[in-house]
């Protein structure tokens, strides 16, 4: 399903910007042989993902300002030229927009991935290889401390003088450049604003649906940048990527069951080689059975919050989003 996906992403036109060089990290046969052995139990668990949430009710989130916004945003993509699109690099494949590639045509595009912090090396690696062996490499930044921002910001106007140099051959004035950063709610894209700028401009804050209207703000002499709300497909048709939304807190809390992400949170952990069994047991005192998510949620409840599953569940993901479990990416790329 995510090659699918992968595969329209690769025929659109895509930019190719710094990154960590790949060669740096593989080398030796151990590690190629180990890297090998934990992508296979990647795909086994995209595969058990699918069936963990099948069965669930589905996840949708889809609040009114929305489709508002899309509609405003496509208008708007018609100004831009060059466009910022922002994932969160925990889950680079959830957080991209099926429609995104036929919006943006051949437009120039800078692929973010955001959150870089709350990856782990090997995360990054993978990520920043596979986009390598794609003919795509992305600019990994951090919107809380602005790593990678001088990259972005070099290369945006880099990308963006291009438009000024045709206008003059066509013998019109230079005009200001429009950059407009776009990407699905909570990723970071205000936060991002904010560092190219260095000031508060756009409110960025810790839950999806802060920012609601499109906003243009002044970068350097030349330079427009627009900052957008997040947006989202009005059906996820991939359950396991809206689960993986939730997750990560990308989407609203009301539109999904703590115990149910959580649960299968925890049976995604016990499955992820860096973290396991062991990481979840030593950090609540409470034996994992059978790789049940469910039945450890509900232990965690009686543990420490009465039988309340629904507080156990949520502490359980604040966990894993403050990165107790270590900093790691819940999807690594396609082989
Ligand atoms: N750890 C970490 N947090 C970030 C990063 N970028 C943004 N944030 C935080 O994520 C939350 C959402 O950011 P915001 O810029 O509002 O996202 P937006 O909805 O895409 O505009 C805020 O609390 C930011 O401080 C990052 O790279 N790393
Ligand atoms: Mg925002």
């Known amino acids: 399903m995510h090659r699918a996906k992968m595969a329209v992403q690769l025929s659109g036109q895509w930019l190719i910007v710094g990154g960590k060089t790949p060669s740096l990290y593989v080398n030796e046969n151990s590690s190629s042989l180990y890297e090998s052995r934990v992508e296979n139990d990647w795909v086994d668990l995209d595969t058990d993902l699918y069936h963990w949430t099948k069965s669930l009710r589905p996840v949708q989130w889809y609040p009114g300002h929305i489709a508002k916004t899309e509609k405003e945003l496509k208008e708007q993509l018609k100004l831009m030229d060059v466009v910022i699109e922002v994932r969160d690099a925990r889950i680079p494949m959830s957080t991209s927009h099926p429609q995104m590639d036929s919006w943006l045509g051949n437009r120039k595009r800078i692929l973010v991935l955001n959150r870089e912090d709350m990856i782990s090396t090997a995360d990054r690696h993978a990520w920043a290889d596979y986009f390598a062996r794609q003919g795509t490499k992305v600019v990994f930044a951090n919107g809380q401390f602005g790593m990678g921002t001088m990259k972005l910001s070099r290369l945006a106007k880099a990308l963006a003088a291009g438009v000024n140099v045709k206008r003059r051959a066509k013998g019109l004035l230079p005009r200001a450049v429009r950059a407009g950063i776009v990407g699905y709610p909570n990723v970071g894209k205000s936060s991002l604003v904010n560092r190219l700028l260095?000031?508060?401009?756009?409110?960025?804050a810790p839950r999806p649906g802060v920012t609601?209207?499109?906003?243009?703000?002044?970068?350097?002499?030349?330079?427009?940048?627009?900052?957008?709300?997040?947006?989202?497909?009005?059906?996820?048709?991939?359950?396991?990527?809206?689960?993986?939304?939730?997750?990560?807190?990308?989407i609203g809390e009301r539109s999904y069951d703590f115990a149910d992400v959580a649960a299968i949170l925890v049976r995604m952990l016990t499955k992820i080689p860096s973290v396991g069994?062991?990481?979840?047991?030593?950090?609540y005192k409470i034996d994992v059975e059978g790789h049940c998510g469910k039945i450890f949620v509900h232990k965690l409840a009686l543990h420490l919050f009465n039988g309340d599953d629904n507080q156990a569940a949520f502490r359980v993901l604040t966990d894993f989003r403050k990165?107790?479990?270590?900093?790691?990416?819940l999807e690594r790329p396609p082989r």
């Open 198 to 204: 260095k000031r508060r401009m756009c409110p960025a």
């Open 212 to 250: 609601r209207e499109l906003k243009w703000v002044r970068f350097g002499k030349d330079l427009e940048l627009l900052d957008s709300p997040g947006i989202i497909p009005m059906r996820i048709s991939d359950q396991s990527a809206a689960i993986k939304l939730a997750m990560c807190d990308d």
């Open 277 to 283: 069994i062991e990481a979840l047991q030593n950090r």
């Open 323 to 329: 990165g107790k479990f270590g900093w790691i990416a």
